[in-house]
């Protein structure tokens, strides 16, 4: 099968994984070329997904369905977190240690890193997890603890982690508010804590959301966006958000 189909096939299999169903308009608009060449794409051998009356799903005789529901958000602004996925995947290099945080952007990320690169990944979130363990030069490392159906996150039970004993080059940090006077935050007050230890012991932290995040305050507080080395989203940050030389990708 030609690369580039093949890769085609395998974004719209992951995202399948995230939702029940995707309407054809919608998947030609995510991987950026027509509806036809989606079309032509299905019509050859493919084993992981069919088109069935203008919806894109999981071949009914392939899926075991086994896919993990994170959340309503998982199903959200799917072109917006596949765009900033593509942008944040390419930033993983040979050898890195990357910390993948939870979110539902996140695993957007992971599904798009390219397999041929040897890297190390931790992560504390089920979802992501999922996504690296299919990577076959990806190490992964679980960091465990209570785990919470909500958010599909890891909480550790002790003082110590899976987080103190690595030193990561890189962390990917999701957020569900992005305020120029009150900072990054999330829902969740375990995952902005493990948010910001990662971020401490991380040698370039890289905050990434979509626009529908700007201007939004959620109660557990990250950070300060000065505390971001990159800002990745998918589109571009009014000015007052380009700040102290963190330098943007859209």
């Known amino acids: 099968m030609d690369k580039k189909i093949n890769s085609r096939i395998q974004k719209l299999a992951f995202l399948l994984n995230q939702m029940d169903k995707i309407h054809l308009r919608d998947a030609a608009e995510i991987l950026n070329v027509s509806e036809m060449t989606i079309r032509r794409d299905l ?77 190390t990944a931790l992560c504390c979130s089920l979802n992501t997890f999922m996504v690296l363990q299919d990577k076959p030069n990806c190490e992964v490392i679980l960091c465990g603890g209570s785990y919470s159906r909500n958010n599909s996150f890891f909480s550790p039970l002790h003082l110590s982690s899976e987080l103190d004993a690595v030193c990561t080059t890189k962390a990917f940090i999701s957020a569900a508010g992005v305020d120029i006077k009150q900072g990054v935050t999330c829902f969740n007050f375990n995952e902005a804590k493990i948010k910001a230890k990662a971020m401490v012991k991380s040698r370039q932290n890289i905050l990434v959301f979509d626009h529908s995040k700007l201007n939004q305050v959620q109660q557990a507080y990250i950070g300060e966006l000065t505390q971001f080395d990159m800002i990745i989203s998918n589109n571009t940050l009014p000015p007052q958000f380009e700040c102290g030389g963190v330098e943007v990708r859209w």
């Open 43 to 119: 019509n050859g051998d493919t084993d992981s997904v069919v088109l069935l009356g203008g919806y894109i799903v999981k071949n009914p005789q392939q899926n075991t369905d086994k896919r993990y529901f994170v959340a309503e958000q998982q199903t959200k602004h799917i072109a917006e977190k596949m765009h900033i996925g593509s942008l944040a995947s390419e930033l993983v290099q040979e050898g890195d240690v990357v910390f993948f945080d939870c979110g539902s952007t996140v695993p957007f990320i992971a599904s798009q890193i390219n397999s041929s690169i040897k890297f």
